[in-house]
């Protein structure tokens, strides 16, 4: 299993609700967490890649790119 974490642009709780219910109903997320505060999203997955997720990510209309350690 592989872990990916994202910088995503969220500013309230709406916002990390969306990305939570995009990666709840995605296919190969094995585990994630959404963290509001921080602006930054983790997702454990053993067959998504990285852009997968992210493109998905996206998709909520979210700013999200892949974050830099």
Do not use: N
């Not at 916002?15 to 999203?41: I, M, Y």
């Amino acid at each position: 299993m592989t872990q990916y974490t994202y910088d995503v642009t969220m500013t309230c709780s709406g916002c990390s609700g969306a990305v939570t219910r995009v990666l709840t109903k995605l296919q190969g997320v094995d585990k994630f967490e959404v963290l509001l505060d921080a602006q930054k999203v983790t997702v454990e997955s053993a067959t998504l890649t990285e852009a997968e997720i992210l493109a998905v990510i996206q998709k909520t209309g979210k700013a999200a790119k892949v974050a830099t350690a």
